[in-house]
């Protein structure tokens, strides 16, 4: 019996890291292999982030020797690759710039020419953890058709014909399902509450 207390406890402590290891933050090596440097392409680092999704807390990791510079800058620097600004500019790489939380983060090489030649990078960072959706609002029933006398043709309802994609509603109705990382995160103090009760 005791052997399978502690087999049930493992199994829960591992299940439980699993979970926990899904919402990590992930680091993102800025323009892959090619680091940060004066790209070949106007669009690298722009086409570089539309590959990629961002989360709070996730990690820029910026590539670079000599020669270059990382600052966070606003949306009109960077849109004029305004280099003239007071914001902190990191000078050493490998350059580590968390994603600390939700919105746009623009970033520019400060050194002359750099940025207009393409060294910049905007981000669009989301929530770390999905919210649960929203409940779809109830539509109008389509309008009922009179079945046709004889000899006569019946007229199509005049939404055309097509059904309504809504969910049901009505006393008989279900909600929507969470998604999988809201339900995982939501079990985990049931996870807690059953690794107590192998304790005791």
Known sequence: MSQLKN?????????????????????????????WSVPSGASFY??????NTFKQNDVLVFNFAGGHTVAEVSKADFDN?????????????PARVTLNRTGDFYFICTIQGHCSS??????????STPSPPS???????????TPPTSGTTPTPPTNGGTPSLSSPTGPDATPPSPGSATTLVATFPVLIAVIMNLLV
């Open 7 to 35: 087999m049930s406890i493992l199994f829960v402590v591992a299940f439980a890291a699993a979970i926990l290891e899904s919402t990590e933050a992930a680091d993102h090596t800025v323009g892959g292999t090619t680091g």
């Open 46 to 51: 722009s086409d570089w982030a539309a590959s």
């Open 81 to 93: 690759c305004n280099i003239n600004q007071n914001g902190l500019v990191i000078t050493t790489g």
């Open 118 to 127: 393409g060294q910049k990078l905007s981000v669009k960072v989301s929530a």
């Open 135 to 145: 409940p779809t609002p109830p539509t109008s029933t389509p309008p009922t058709s």
